[in-house]
């Protein structure tokens, strides 16, 4: 496999982000602007740590949850093009899913959109009990 086809596209980083947004959702509906950024450090470390095959199923779940929405009803547009509003209500869908492909792509992106955050004092509140463990480090 050449290095080309082991990092991820300037498009495929953006559209992590409009995944990662509905799954772990900040107030002001805004990620972090640190986390918004396609030149990522984040993206060069998933890319030297992983294997070509990862690599291979994490594009594929991209494409997935990006052009699934064009067949669902209700929806008839990409993931991307949809509002914020709607590409929650179908990140909700998925998660639901009967489906072992498409809940293993949702799922797949839950732990990146996780990992993207770990650091995030807001993101990390939200799944933490109050108190001095929701700080990093702590």
């Known amino acids: 496999m050449t290095r080309r ?42 890319e030297e740590a992983t294997s070509p095959s990862f690599l291979m199923a994490f594009r594929a779940a991209l494409r997935l949850i990006e052009n699934l929405p064009r067949v669902v009803p209700g929806y008839r547009a990409r993931f991307s093009e949809l509002s914020a509003e709607r590409r929650l209500a179908f990140i ?6 009967d489906r072992n492909m498409i809940r293993q792509a949702f799922e797949m992106m839950k732990l990146f959109a996780g990992l993207s955050y770990f650091d995030d004092p807001e993101a990390r509140a939200r799944f933490l009990p109050p108190g001095p463990s929701a700080e990093p480090g702590a």
């Open 5 to 46: 086809m082991m990092r991820l596209t300037r498009r495929e980083r953006e559209l992590c982000f409009f995944i990662f947004e509905a799954i772990l959702p900040i107030s002001g509906g805004a990620l972090p602007a640190h986390k918004r950024d396609p030149k990522s450090a984040f993206f060069d470390a998933i």
């Open 92 to 97: 909700e869908e998925l998660s639901e899913s």
